[in-house]
């Protein structure tokens, strides 16, 4: 086989599922609404840059570099499509390098699978949909991946060094895969030579994020609602990984098996020993951080993701060749991986040759001292129905992750609808547009609860936050700094009636704020306001509340519900 005709190959396996996942990011793009963090990113990413460094001073300083980012996309054009495209992109080009893994540490067939398996996977469409950074930095991660691969067998560090080090900075816990990539270092046996460039490479990006990490430790209140996570945790993020389905666990769990005892090489790199670390190593070592200071949220660890399918194909590859064995009765021909096979390995199914032994001795290959031979002539010595085989079992494959991703289709089409996100802003804001009259007042609690306003402020229009101070852009906060307790009191004394915009929580009696201002908002509501009238709408309540000894009739002329 010709060199160009194994480029191809090697294309053809990357370039396939970077159109699936194009296909599955790009679908239902459009829903409507967004959610809370997504406002989040939506109201700060249209402030100007003095504003968004004001901001970062105080809260949020480990999105900054994605606000940033953000805010140049929305200046071209403020939309919810806009919002998420990045992330689209960011989901593409993550399935693409996961491939591109699979075709350089194994063969293209494995990529093609490993690529598919990545595209397939809900938690993967999930977060192509987000307006958030997650998407983006497993496409980072993937890459600082592929990059410590070819620095390993003979390329550049510096590249593998400023791709991870902007890939920290975009969210700071990705710096964790500094701990997976020494255990794929340590699997492969590498020299003391490499160890001391990914050394110095390493030592470059914790430099480069250690002033972050300082500024984003003094806003550690941010996640104070994040909990330790215990048994469930792990199944749920497993359960995430593998695709949420039971019948599908059971197959992907025997194949990443399967390829797990592999992970331990002779001075190379296998699939294995990038693909465990990888899954495994970030999000054990932040749940046994969160169990002292709780920190883990399965997005936090969203790139670990990319393990999972490379470890299944990986498997696959393996059992595949097994069951070659069984059929032809003939000895399996190792495959190496593609910088020490000869002709650098084949097109997508073909089987690569081994290498003959050199310098390294037992260890394997000397990757730069093996003698070559051209493709053409390994492709000579393999029997023309090995071949067809081989090509065979690539179809079948792509075949079987079409099948898990048509059994996937009913929660990627779920996670489509508006109605999977915890709250609808957009629909509270229509809702305020409807009810509430220009001129009325509105106090919303807690004060997060302002998101609503600051994301779709159509429906605000016209009326009278009591509570606000200071707006949240000029304050440098994400909802605006409000009045103190005494303030808000000699406001709400002088009100006959309120609309409240409030969390479920806050209504309950067990809720107890630390805030002074939350507090007062909340006694004034129990004990000088009753309900006249309620609203619902996912994961938000409207009321209206009146004085308790003000006289409501039928005929009143004060406001009520369209």
Known sequence: ???????????????????????IGLWGLDRDGMWRDEAVTFQVARRSVPQIRHLLGSVDAVHGLYYLLMHLVLAVHPGEV??????????????GLVAALGARLCRPRVGLWAGLAYAATPMVGHYAQEGRSYALVAAGVAGATLLLVRAVRGGRWWPYGAVLAVTCVLHEFAVLVLLAHACTLAFARVPGATWRRWGCAAGAVVVVLLPLVLVSWGQSAQVAWLTAPDGRSVEELLERFTGSSPVLLGPYLVLMALAGGMARSKRDLSPAGVALPLMVV????????SQISPLYDDRYVLYSLAGAPLLAAAGAERAAGVLGRLRTGRRRLPAVPRQASYGHGAAVGAPVLPAPRGPAGRGGVALRDAPRISASRAHDAVPPSLWVRCR?????????????????LPLLRADRRADHRPDDLAGVSALVG??????????FLPSLERRSALAYPAGFKGVRDVALDVPAAEDGTLYGREAGPAELRRRLGGLTYVWVVSEPFALR???????PTERAKLAMMTQEFITREEYVRRGITLRLYVRREEPWSAGSTQPRAS
């Open 509 to 515: 009696s067990t809720w107890a704020p630390s805030n």
């Open 392 to 408: 065979g079992g690539a179809l079948l494959g792509v075949l079987a992750v079409c099948t898990v991703l048509v059994a996937q």
């Open 82 to 95: 806009a919002l998420r495209l990045p992330s689209v992109f960011g989901a593409a080009l993550a399935t």
């Open 434 to 443: 409807r009810v509430v009259r220009p001129g009325d007042p509105v106090l």
């Open 1 to 23: 086989m010709s060199r160009l005709s194994e480029r191809r190959a090697e294309h053809l396996a990357v370039l396939v599922p970077v159109v699936v996942m194009c296909a």
């Open 282 to 289: 970030p999000p054990a070592v932040l749940m046994g951080i």
